[in-house]
């Protein structure tokens, strides 16, 4: 395609901010600060599932005050397109022994909530001394499965979102901001 057609088209499916830059990292701060305060003096796993959760996981990381300890994990629900596949799969596992740490889950948005469901299931098998979840974002109109977030930074209503880590098609991952998706 024409390279100009393509950028047009590109920028033509940002339909709309909804979180802006600012109020992302004012929320990440907020919740820096509450994690801190709460496990203060233990030994903190976070846990980023990939790719989604980089972006979150390398700010939420940084508004960490206390020590912490970072792994990831690939865990796949979406190949392809906005269109769920309910399909979880975890291309990549961690290489620490859990049973050591109070682990957080860090996540970019909890939609159907299958994925965290299976994940949460099969690190709680490992004994971890405590595992919580905290996302950036929650759809709660779309569980599938009950599945609640501890710490849950924005709820957003039902639109397919892209930017700051969350992908359509594995393009817009470098968006500062959390935009709607759309023609
Ligand atoms: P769930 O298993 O349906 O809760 O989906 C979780 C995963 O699907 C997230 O970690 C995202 O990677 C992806 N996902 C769900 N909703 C969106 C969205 O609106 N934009 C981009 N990715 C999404
Ligand atoms: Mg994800």
Do not use: W
């Not at 309910?86 to 159907?112: A, F």
Request: glycine share 6%.
């Amino acid at each position: 395609m024409d390279p100009i057609k393509c950028i047009e088209e590109y920028d033509n499916k940002i339909k709309r901010v909804l979180i802006t830059e600012k109020e992302i990292q004012d929320a990440i701060k907020k919740a820096g600060k509450e994690i801190s305060d709460s496990y203060d003096g233990r030994p903190i796993l976070l846990v980023s599932i990939l790719k989604g959760a980089f972006v979150f996981m390398a700010d939420l990381c940084r508004a960490i005050t206390v020590p912490c300890e970072i792994g990831f994990m690939c865990a796949k629900s979406y190949f392809s397109g906005t269109v769920s596949t309910g399909v979880v799969k975890i291309t990549l596992d961690l290489d620490q022994d859990i049973s050591k740490y109070h682990v957080i889950i860090v996540e970019d948005i909890i939609d159907t909530g299958r994925t965290l469901n299976d994940v949460v299931d099969m690190l709680k098998t490992r004994n971890p001394i405590s595992l919580r979840v905290v996302t950036l974002l929650d759809k709660p109109s779309r569980r599938l499965v009950d599945f609640k977030a501890d710490i849950s930074l924005f709820t957003i209503p039902d639109h397919f979102v892209i930017g700051y880590g969350l992908d359509c098609g594995e393009k817009y991952r470098n968006l500062p901001y959390i935009a709607e998706y759309g023609e």
